[in-house]
Antibody, heavy 115, light 108 residues
């Protein structure tokens, strides 16, 4: 099973962007789907989008279309999620997860958006 | 977009009791339905995939059933560590996913 380690917590100003990384080990990175899921404080899970590194094309939830970019670097087995035009409602824990069923999860990255 | 509805929102039970959680899809998802458990401060953990298959290391007291639009997660006898929030998730239009809003199982 692939292990996922995410980058550390971020504090951002409204209107700025954040880029969260997710480094994979223990599996064949290129062939795994990597999804990004976020969870606002006290709320449920929300799928944002995903990518299969070997194909390189990302898919996004309609809600985030145009504001999120998901990429993958096969050379470092790392996936990235960049969210732009941040607002306070984007304050959440952001998780990466692997597989067609989400069997492996990163530890989560808290992104706080505050002026 | 496929919408998942979970019921009840909260389930109050005692250790040793049986828990039955429901997930309903707005359209058929075939058997492409998974269940996750999440405890406070932790990432979700996959319990059941494709409606009825237990993930690696998941105890036999967890079972899933259903197909099409109606699914059930059953915990046969609640252990203290089972009190948590449970989410269903569909992947019938993979690589797009949706999650249900969750059911909280708390101690009565």
């Amino acid at each position: 099973q692939v292990q996922l380690v995410q980058s550390g917590a971020e504090v951002k100003k409204p209107g700025s962007s954040v880029k969260v990384s997710c480094k994979a080990s223990g599996g064949t990175f290129s062939s795994y789907a990597i999804s990004w899921v976020r969870q606002a404080p006290g709320q449920g899970l929300e799928w944002m989008g995903g990518i299969i590194p070997i194909f390189g094309t990302a898919n996004y939830a309609q809600k985030f279309q145009g504001r999120v970019t998901i990429t993958a670097d096969e050379s470092t087995s790392t996936a990235y999620m960049e969210l732009s035009s941040l607002r306070s409602e984007d304050t959440a824990v952001y998780y990466c997860a692997s597989g067609q069923v989400l069997e492996g999860w990163g530890q989560g990255t808290l992104v706080t958006v505050s002026s | 977009e496929i919408v998942l509805t979970q019921s009840p929102a909260t389930l109050s039970l005692s250790p040793g009791e049986r828990a039955t959680l429901s997930c309903r899809a707005s359209q058929s998802v075939s058997s492409y339905l998974a269940w996750y458990q999440q405890k406070p401060g932790q990432a979700p953990r996959l319990l059941i995939y494709d409606a009825s298959n237990r993930a690696t290391g998941i105890p036999a007291r967890f079972s899933g059933s259903g197909s099409g639009t109606d699914f059930t997660l059953t915990i046969s006898s609640l252990e203290p560590e089972d009190f948590a929030v449970y989410y269903c998730q569909q992947r019938s239009n993979w690589p797009r996913f949706t999650f249900g809003p969750g059911t909280k199982v708390d101690i009565k």
